[in-house]
């Protein structure tokens, strides 16, 4: 009669069962607390990431602000108008600019804009302050808008800075932090996984900075100008805005945008674990772009229906290239099957 002891059977926590997983492209086999250790030295680096990405951002505010302020600018200047403009400058500064019904004043200017500068003049033995024409004007009395930031509270300059502290330490810190996760889940995948993971995070990444790189460039600057348009058509002024709302604007902006650009890759990701394919992304194509124009409701900031269309189009863009991925998978497999 055979002893069992002899011939131990093979266990999960074995050396054979151990080897054999690693081999296979993940890390050894851990008792449940050398996780939790793992998992709080994970946390502890990500949250010091976070802080230091905010400490650096808040360092840097007057920096991030010019940055989200460029949008502004293009927008002030490609703005149109057909209506004669009076522009009132003092020094490098433009007081008000208003249109010529409003201000009505002969000049003998024929040019769409009108340049006066508020000077003082000598009349006899005083000083007069008065408006002559502005042979040099400061830049900002090129743009064809004027509209000023300005905080309407002691602590609105406090809350600027916090609000560009969290969204561009968020941001910094972003790759840190996939970085640290990705040390503590890479080790337990096998080769086929981490490879699918690599290529997953690469198209997400090239996906939200896209999403971002075509609202700054692109969206920002359209979106400003048409509300600002819009709030004249309805007879409100649109020369002063809050810079709080301002930054909440661009930073929500932004991020949206960046996020509704993972769409592609939600969709591939279903059509890769075969929970869709190319007859039901097609079958639902309507479906889907009611569901873009949704989802375009929702992450514009102002509502404008201009702009919701505007970043409907490449959602709508990027879902036929889904389908042409997607039916170029399709086609291949086979061909990987008989190989």
């Given at each position: ?95 008000s600019r208003m249109p010529l019904r409003v201000f009505p004043i002969e000049t003998g200017i024929t040019n769409r804009e009108i340049k006066l500068r508020l000077t003082p003049v000598p009349v006899g ?13 400061p830049e900002a009395a090129d743009y064809a808008m004027s509209i000023d930031l300005k905080t309407y509270s002691p602590g609105g300059g406090f809350t600027i800075a916090i609000q560009l502290a969290i ?141 919701m269309l505007l970043m409907a189009a490449p959602l709508g863009v990027l879902y036929e290239l889904t389908v042409l991925i997607a039916w170029f998978w399709e086609r291949r497999a086979p061909k990987q099957?008989?190989?």
């Open positions: 009669m055979s002893d069992d002891s002899e011939n131990p059977p093979v266990v999960h926590g074995s050396t054979e069962h151990q080897d054999s997983y690693e081999d296979e492209g993940g890390g050894p086999v851990k008792t449940f607390l050398e996780h939790l250790e793992d998992l709080r030295w994970t946390l502890i680096r990500c949250t010091i990431a976070i802080g230091l990405g905010i400490l650096t951002c808040l360092s840097a505010g007057n920096f991030i602000i010019k940055l989200l302020v460029l949008p502004l600018e293009r927008a002030q200047r490609a703005w149109t108008t057909t209506e004669q403009t009076v522009v009132i400058s003092m020094g490098t500064n433009v007081w033995t005083n000083l007069v302050m008065a408006l002559v024409p502005d042979t040099n004007p969204f561009g330490g968020l941001t910094v810190s972003a790759p840190f932090v996939l970085f640290f996760l990705g040390q503590f889940i890479l080790p337990a995948l096998h080769f086929h996984e981490k490879k699918f993971l690599f290529r997953l995070t690469a198209f997400g990444s090239v996906l939200f900075f896209g999403g971002v790189a075509f609202c700054y460039f692109v969206m920002l600057p359209v979106t400003l100008s048409t509300t600002a348009s819009f709030s004249n058509w309805l007879g409100f002024g649109a020369d002063e805005w809050r810079a709080d709302e301002f930054i909440s604007f661009c930073c929500w902006f932004l991020l949206g945008m960046g996020v509704s650009f993972q769409l592609p890759l939600v969709l591939l990701t279903l059509v890769k674990v075969e929970l869709m394919d190319v007859a039901a992304l097609s079958k639902y194509r309507a479906y889907f772009y009611v569901g873009i124009l949704i989802v375009a409701g929702f992450v514009t900031p102002d509502g404008n229906p201009f702009t099957i008989e190989v």
